[in-house]
């Protein structure tokens, strides 16, 4: 059964840090590019960063700069290092395959909030 776990959310100031983990079944990982999207209250789910198989990247115009996606092929996971965090990224967090958008994880939560 395809499966995505992320964690690594929580409460953090502006300015602050989190990193998001993600761990994928092989059937959704295995040769795939990744994403980690982001969905706030009343907003659709928005793309935030992209990796290939290969390591290539791709971010969101908010988060260039501040954000770095990487991945780990051998332990199937991505990750999402959030610096400079702004409460304007406040949102659930989840990682997905762009080819496997039928099914999600259940997220992670990020507040910015003093």
């Known amino acids: 059964q395809a499966q995505l776990v992320e964690s690594g959310g929580g409460l953090v100031q502006p300015g602050g840090s989190l990193r998001l983990s993600c761990v994928a079944s092989?059937?959704?990982?295995?040769?795939?590019?990744m994403a980690w999207y982001r969905q706030a209250p009343g907003k659709q789910r928005e793309m935030v960063s992209y990796i290939t198989w290969g390591g290539d990247t791709t971010y969101a115009d908010s988060v260039k700069g501040r954000f770095t996606i990487s991945r780990d092929n051998a332990k199937r996971m991505v990750f999402l290092q959030m610096n400079n965090l702004k409460p304007e990224d406040s949102a659930v967090y989840y990682c997905n395959a762009p080819s496997n958008l039928d099914s999600w994880g259940q997220g992670t939560q990020v507040i910015v909030s003093f």
């Open positions: 092989g059937s959704i990982f295995r040769f795939a590019a």
